[in-house]
C-alpha cells in the first residue's frame, strides 16, 4: 500500500503562484500531478519519473515544474502565472508495482 497526502492549494489571483506538495509513504519511481475541474474528466498535469524525467501536458508548459526530494519521498508542482482556466482539484498519483493510488487532492482556485 502507498499512502498519499497532498497539500498546498487554495485561492489566488490570476498571474499568481502556488507550490503543491505530495508526500508518499515510501519511494515511488513514477508520480505525477493531475487535475479535474467541474463537469470535465481529469487530465494530466506533469509526471516525474526520475529527478530529469519529466512530461507536462501543453496546457502548462513553460509555467508549471514538477520536482521531487527523494529524501522525503515529496513530489512537488510549482505553478505560476497561474490562469482562471487553471482552477481544478489537484491530484497526485503514484504507480508502483502494477497499482496506481491517488491522494485525497486539494484545490486551487485561480479568480480572474
Known amino acids: 500500500q502507498v499512502q498519499l497526502v497532498e497539500s498546498g492549494g487554495g485561492l489566488v489571483q490570476a498571474g499568481g503562484s502556488l507550490r503543491l506538495s505530495c508526500a508518499a509513504s515510501?519511494?515511488?519511481?513514477?508520480m505525477g500531478w493531475y487535475r479535474q475541474a467541474p463537469g470535465k474528466q481529469r487530465e494530466l498535469v506533469a509526471v516525474?519519473?526520475?529527478?530529469?524525467?519529466?512530461n507536462y501536458a501543453d496546457s502548462v508548459k513553460g509555467r508549471f515544474t514538477i520536482s521531487r526530494d527523494n529524501a522525503k519521498n515529496t513530489v512537488y508542482l510549482q505553478m505560476n502565472s497561474l490562469k482562471p482556466e487553471d482552477t481544478a482539484a489537484y491530484y497526485c498519483?503514484?504507480?508502483?508495482?502494477?497499482?496506481?493510488?491517488w491522494g485525497q487532492g486539494t484545490q486551487v482556485t485561480v479568480s480572474s
Open positions: 515510501r519511494y515511488i519511481y513514477n
Open positions: 516525474i519519473m526520475s529527478g530529469s524525467i519529466t
Open positions: 498519483k503514484a504507480r508502483h508495482n502494477g497499482n496506481e493510488y
